[in-house]
């Protein structure tokens, strides 16, 4: 039987993130140290640790089926491709920084300017479309002291919080790309990978919707029932159930996470009382 070869990075956040995504999947991996690739007992899949910048070209060439990876990269390696899912984790932004004395934020800035950055490609291709000739620095590894060595008068890099820009004496000023992790897969995968894609696209979805939301229980009067019920974004129909106390009902829904606070003030508004919220571990719909 085939195994669906799976491409992770081989140690970093994104190994992190991306491991406990697949074992929240109920794929159980244990790997020895040092261990390139690992076979896993309860799933027909096979990981792949891998260096980060070296994954797409894996997936395009066919030697790993899918990987988990940031945008960023992708667009970078302008890799040939097939983005399968956003996951949700792994956030950042390309960014355009300079010294923090300068106060232009415009990107005319750049022009004529020398710019150290890791992602030439993902730069050449914003300021190409913005008509801004700078010469551009490719390094690897610790862009932000470009400015302070004299080599640059802005970088191109990563962001996620900023404070390392903040302790190199550089503040944001353009943002290029915002990124996440992604499913990735290659366009030469056979129909029976494929197969095995969508089983674990299933998973990965029902982990996903369970992670962004939250079961809400709540006790109301029947004669509420109904503003209360508008307000919820139900999947279908939230659960009623009758109390002891006659007149009232315990009402059960799943809601946003990203819209939580929104909706239980709406909630209580509307005559909703003693709201209860669980996590959900897995979401099937």
Known sequence: MSKLKI?????????????????????????????????????????????NSDIPQYIEDG????????????VEKQSKVEVVKKLGFSKCKVCLAVP???????????????????????????????????????????????????LADGICDIVSSGSTLFKNGLRQTQVILKSEAVLIKSLKMSAEKEELLENLLFR???????KNSKYILMNVREKKIEAVTKILPVLKSP???????????????????????EVIDELRLAGAEDILIIPIDKMVI
């Open 239 to 261: 659960t009623i159930l009758p109390l002891a106390e006659k007149g009232w009902c315990s009402l059960h829904s799943v809601i946003d996470e990203n819209k939580f606070w």
């Open 204 to 210: 990965i979805k029902a982990v996903l919707r369970a």
């Open 100 to 150: 923090k004395e300068v106060e232009d934020d415009d990107i005319s800035y750049f022009e004529g300017k020398r710019i150290a950055t890791s992602y030439p490609n993902t730069l050449r291709g914003f300021l190409n479309k913005r008509g801004i000739n700078a010469d551009i620095h490719t390094i690897s590894g610790s862009v932000e002291i470009a400015p302070n060595i004299g």
């Open 63 to 74: 030697v790993a089926d899918i990987a988990m990876i940031g945008e960023n990269l992708l």
């Open 7 to 51: 491409a992770i990075q081989k140690s970093g956040r994104l190994n992190e993130q991306s491991l406990q995504l697949l074992k929240s999947c109920g794929i159980s991996i244990n790997n020895g140290n040092d261990q390139l690739k690992v076979t896993v007992a309860n799933f027909p899949i096979e990981i792949l640790y891998l260096r």
